[in-house]
């Protein structure tokens, strides 16, 4: 589940080939979209189509085992990587040719295993969003974060509640929809908000 290797088809998924043999969580694989020589996987990267691939390096703190979690769609040289900690976040605007400590908001980026909860906004590189310490959804940029509403929503337990996926529209024309699922065993949990959580704004159960 946590443990993985990356490998690689060129037949639509009939074959495929160990391309790099180190073990790690890859949480994140993707293609550059406008270069598609270029892939972030994990703490991994490669410049010719995933044929090989090699480290990102070490961040400015000296933390050596940080993995990529997404890239900036409106600019996809913009990378984002999350320390092993889950509690600091790192930035290249340079396809990961070089980083620096982006954020480091206090708290653990996860609440209920070692999946961090964290999605890019697609439509401003200065933000991302995560799950806050009290397991509700919050928004950052390189200094502050500020929380949603969602769980206040919720009747019920809410020491067994928080946020756990988060999904952002891309389009234009869907900008400021945000997507959150909560995870509450039995209870419908996707909820969405079209002004991107505002302080006292509501989500609406979808």
């Not at 019920?156 to 869907?174: H, M, Q, T, V």
Request: hydrophobic fraction near 30%.
């Amino acid at each position: 589940y946590f443990t993985r290797i990356l490998v690689r088809s060129e037949n639509h998924g009939e074959d495929w080939q160990v391309v790099d043999t180190k073990i790690n969580n890859h949480y994140f694989v993707g293609f550059h979209p406008n270069d598609p020589n270029l892939v972030y996987a994990g703490d991994r990267i490669s410049t010719n189509g995933g044929l090989t691939f090699s480290g990102i390096g070490s961040m400015p703190d000296g933390a050596t085992d940080a993995q990529i979690f997404n890239y900036c769609n409106s600019n996809p040289d913009t990378v984002y990587a999350l320390s092993k900690s889950k509690d600091t976040i790192y930035r290249s605007d340079d396809r990961g040719s070089s980083w620096i400590l982006y954020n480091k908001p206090g708290w653990d980026l996860f609440i209920f295993d070692s999946v961090a909860t964290i999605s890019a906004d697609p439509h401003d590189c200065n933000r991302f969003w995560t799950v806050a310490g009290d397991g509700d959804i919050t928004v950052c940029n390189a200094t502050t974060c500020r929380d949603g509403n969602i769980l206040d929503n919720i009747p019920g337990i809410e020491s067994a509640n928080f946020i756990r996926g988060i999904a952002l529209d891309p389009r234009e024309e869907g900008k400021g929809i945000v997507y959150a699922g909560t995870f509450l065993g039995g209870m419908e949990n996707v909820w969405r908000s079209q002004d991107r959580t505002r302080q006292g704004s509501i989500c609406t159960l979808q």
